[in-house]
């Protein structure tokens, strides 16, 4: 199959590269001269492991390239999928579409032949019905079908996520559209992976409420790890006594500082909108979005909390500050309502990250880089986890102890006991949902 990926941001990409690995002759679009010249130099613009191996091997195969140019790109196309973004549109929290309405004219001008047009990005409900209106109400001699087909990929694990998926989901109106999609994805049914093939509503919203229901997971876990902290007890350990129902299970059951990232800020913000827009409000999820960003306002509490209740002209090294490890995303990350308050508040912040610092630089002014958590925690007042990054799972606490001016550690991701901080040399330790202990005695 020839297959033409409009748009090379993360969805774009990945998707790509790993449809040229199914072994598609896959062209990728977009209009930004010099992601395209990165491309071509072999280069990848985002951090994902494995993609940049996995794109050399396909573009030295021959069927993998890159350009500016639309036209070229669609000639021959079986598929045209449409990955540009979808960000919150400011003032109302709905998606926004102008970059996807603007791909379906400029196909719509370009296409000269039957194909798919596939939207990969996630869209809310209604929309490949209006992708499909835009492009026949500009080519209305052109025959074509539209598909919906979103995306599941985990930053960090994505290469994994396409090639193993729980799932793939495909929603179309016509056999010859499925026809072609299932042939894109034969690779993948050869091997048993499900296919669900739906309509275009129901695949559109599976992308939503799948990303509403695992950020109501964390939300929930969070809101108990508050209550832990209350009453005694300790949510790891509620966390695995619940995820052992097979009815619940032990994923996103982690306690944290918040979700964050590119996809369930934004997804449940669009699907709150959708359902106000229909008359059917989505209170789970508009609680679910309010309680996170509390959760995140409650983080600042604890660090100040730590530091006898004040950080002013306190030094504090933060371990992490991309949403999650193995990504240098830094889209809605907790780090991003966290540091700000605490330099706002007179700290100084040292930060460390082992892929952050591209993106973190101009996101978090004020705060001062380093590249080893040693020496960031130099004379410090505290240390922060809040990036579960491998390199901060297997710190040597007793030298990170002694390097610190008071050792004190608020541990956001529960990566350590406090037996082992206590056992360290540290003065003090607090964690989510969780006993942490001071100067006097054991707290929580």
Known sequence: MKIAMIGTGYVGLVSGICFSDFGHDVVCVDKDPSKIAMLERGEVPIYEPGLEDLMAKNVAAGRLSFTQELKEALKGADAIFIAVGTPTRRGDGHADLTYVYSAA?????SLDHY????TKSTVPVGTNRKVKQIIHKAAPELEFDVASNPEFLREGAAIDDFMRPDRVVVGVQTERAADVMAEIYRPLFL????????????????????????????TFVNEIAALCERVGADVKQVSKGIGLDGRIGNKFLHAGPGYGGSCFPKDTRALARIGQEH??????TETVISVNDEVKRRMIDKIVD???GSVSGKTIAMLGVTFKPNTDDMRDAPALTI???????????RVVDPQGR??????????????????????????????EWNEFRALDLKRLA??????????????????DAKRAGFEAYCAIGRRGFDKDGWVG
Request: aromatic fraction near 6%; include cysteine.
């Open 279 to 284: 008359g059917m409000p989505m209170q789970i």
């Open 358 to 387: 591209s993106e973190g630089e101009a996101l978090l002014p004020g705060a001062h880089w380093f590249e080893d958590a040693y020496k960031a925690a130099q004379n410090a007042d505290a240390v922060v986890i809040l990036t």
């Open 306 to 308: 730590l530091c006898d």
């Open 402 to 419: 002694k390097r610190m001016e008071t050792a004190r550690m608020a541990d956001l991701r529960n990566i350590y006991s406090p037996k």
């Open 191 to 218: 091997r048993d992976f499900p296919i669900v093939t739906t309509d275009l509503e129901s695949a559109e919203m599976i992308k939503y409420a799948a990303n509403a229901f695992l950020a109501t997971k964390i």
């Open 115 to 118: 194909a798919v047009i596939v």
């Open 339 to 349: 540091v700000p308050a605490l330099i706002g508040a007179g700290a100084k912040l």
């Open 105 to 109: 004219e400029e196909i719509a001008d």
